[in-house]
């Protein structure tokens, strides 16, 4: 096993951050035991607020134990609100610009205060209910701005972001997948988007709540796909190029598959005579060689004097972009995790 503990997270965004939430609700296994609820420090509220889970799950993540944790929020919006406020399509960007409008993590503040009211400043960067990730669309899940619905993950996601931005600053070496790439080092801890209804049926809910049970579900999960393996697959889901890229800033949930998020066909397509398919060259945008490598676009010539073509080419593993020359594409390598030579610059 990868991983020597999981941890599943069933998010809630009602009230301030430090009101005890009933579903609020945290499960762990340890060494491949068992998922037992964890209950907030005594002394406190009899159950968790988002501040007092926040520091615990901080400290469990700091500690020297492989540690995979699952919190059931969007980590991210879709790309029409990168496009609609201007917002540079990198995580750690998104989660400041995010956090300015969006301060959920102060004392006596909730959700709806700042997205409704005169002096609300959330409605400054919000976005329509009709606006989903790729991963969303996938599997079907509500946007992060379809508000008071049943089951919504608006109010949890709009909450737990800023949460996400602390625990980002404290603990920089923790790798939040995708964003900091899609495989995962050994021997660290990564923290996840998941859902637990996409694991439906595999656990007995028995006495459990509603909220245990789905965080129950999920630490269960992540600890049995660790041990067949199914876990690692979990962390490459079968994306196309531009769907990985656009993950890298949109976020993905763990266990989902891209296939449902190809649009079907209105119709039944017409009969034609098959053409020969032609291979794609190494030099066409949206192009993967096999070490992972994309190329983006044409980025110009090496010199004024020189015919040579410099692309711009990203990691799909760790997202750094850099430049290379045309005869490198094919067999390039990341100069960052992939111990190829230093890229161009572009």
Known sequence: MKFQRTIGINYSGAE??????KGLRVFMTNAG??????????????????????????????EPIPTVAAIDHAF??????????????DWDIFLDDFYAYWPTDREHYYVDSLRQGRSSTGADRSGLKTWFRVTDKACKAKSAFDF????????????????LRD??????????????????????????????????????????SVPQHNAFTIASWLR???????????????????????????????????????????????????RR?????????????L?????????????????LQIYQMACSNCGLNYGAREADVAERMCPSCGGGKPGLVI
Not at 148 to 163: E, Y
Not at 277 to 289: A, F, I, K, L
Not at 291 to 307: K, T, Y
Request: net charge neutral; hydrophobic share 35%.
């Open 16 to 21: 301030t951050p430090d009101s005890g939430l």
């Open 33 to 62: 035991g068992p998922a037992d609820e964890v209950s907030p420090p005594p002394g406190g509220s009899k159950y968790w607020a988002r501040r007092e889970l926040s520091h615990w799950l901080r400290a469990c993540l700091a």
């Open 76 to 89: 991210s919006f879709p790309e029409s609100y990168f496009k609609r406020h201007g917002v540079k399509r």
């Open 148 to 163: 008071d619905v049943p089951r919504q993950v608006a109010t949890a996601t709009h909450a737990g972001l800023s949460f």
């Open 167 to 208: 625990l980002r600053q404290d603990l920089p070496d923790i790798h939040v997948w995708p964003f900091d790439g899609w495989t995962i080092p050994d021997g660290a801890s990564c923290l996840v988007e998941a859902r637990a209804h996409h694991f439906k049926g595999l656990y007995d809910r028995n006495d459990l």
């Open 224 to 274: 049995d796909a660790d041990r067949n393996e199914q876990l690692a697959s979990a962390f490459w889901p079968d994306l196309s190029d531009k769907q990985r890229l656009t993950a890298m800033y949109e976020g993905w949930i763990m266990g989902v598959s891209a296939a449902a998020a190809v649009p079907k066909p209105a119709q039944k397509p017409k009969v034609s005579t098959p």
């Open 277 to 289: 398919r032609q291979p794609v060259s190494h030099t066409t945008s949206g192009y993967c060689n």
């Open 291 to 307: 070490n992972g490598q994309i190329v983006i676009r044409a980025a110009g010539q090496a010199g004024l004097d020189s015919p």
